[in-house]
């Protein structure tokens, strides 16, 4: 009885000695960490006339907040659908036969030891973006796809890694390609000595976009921003004919569709903008002469001040000189003895036309 007790506990023992071993030795190794690329968060789709451009950052992170960013390529899945049929899943969307293009993605370069310049790319060559980079693409919108029947796109974006590691995609992009808002009319351009603006009639539109109509494919004037409003203004610059074209847009979170041109609107401003007058003239008689002085002019174009003599009470003021001084003081020699003199000052600009401004205050002497 007491062997057979004994034996039991010795077969305890070596079973919990076993379990303890066990308990210390590592397990299989654990598969590799395979992060994929993070998510495209900031596609934007814009459709302007015959096309529509997708602009997006390629991730410069791992979905799990991990760098360097694995990612191999950035691929854009297109579909169009009849305006009445239900939106595409994102299942349905991204299969190979929607596949409109795929962006290869550069690992970034070594860090280049202490002197090293790396080389420039070929001149003309076409560079893969690098994690972070900004890209565009383009995708045409046939004359067929245009008009009330025209069906919906829609698009996504998506970073992938390996042959199918995918990150989290964008938001699916939908743009109608049957409607667009309508251009505006009636455009007016007017200016003022600091702005140049245009005004139009915005029909339904709430937003717009303006564009110089000398580069009309060009980034908007007024920013990427759309104007909230009918009227936009620039600085002014004078004597430079200025066109302009509006385009109304709609945008519906990340999608924006930009309407027809309207007709360009077109002005030469012309500076008719006198600079303010001088003020504080001072007039001191001294012998054989009159010494003259005044406030100096704050404007930005201003090109000197002219003083204006007239003899007794000065129904008639004539300047003294034939350009105009930079000085704000000036001495009048030529004067004669005992004569009674009035004096005023003007501001002339710098403009062809020199525009003068407004007479200052007038000062009455006779010269000793």
Known sequence: ???AIRAGAAAAALLVLAWSAACGKSGPPLPPLRPVPGRI????????DDRVEIRFTVPAANADGTTPAAIERVEIYGLSQPAATPAPTLAQLTVPKNLKSR???????KEPKEGETPPPPPAGATVDPLPGDVRTF???VAATERGADAPTRYYVVVGVTGRERRGPSSPIMAVPLATEPAAPTDLVVTNDEKEIKVSWSPGSATAFRVYDAASPEAPPISGAAPVQ?????????FDKERCFIVRAVTVTGATTVVGPPSAPACATPLDTFPPPAPDE??????????????NAVTAADLGGYLVLRGDGSGDTLLPLMTAAIDATSYRDTTVTR????????VAV???????????????????R
């Open 138 to 140: 383009q995708d045409a």
């Open 103 to 109: 962006v290869n993605v550069r690992r970034p370069p």
């Open 1 to 3: 009885m007491i062997a």
């Open 281 to 294: 003239l001072r007039a001191i008689p001294e012998d054989g002469a009159v010494a003259l002085s005044w």
């Open 338 to 345: 005992g004569q009674t003199y009035t004096y005023v000052v």
């Open 229 to 237: 409003g009918a009227e936009f203004a620039a600085p002014v610059v």
């Open 41 to 48: 968060a900031d596609a934007a789709l814009q459709k302007i």
């Open 349 to 367: 600009d710098s403009s062809p036309k020199h525009n003068a401004s407004a007479h200052s205050n007038r000062q009455t002497v006779t010269v």
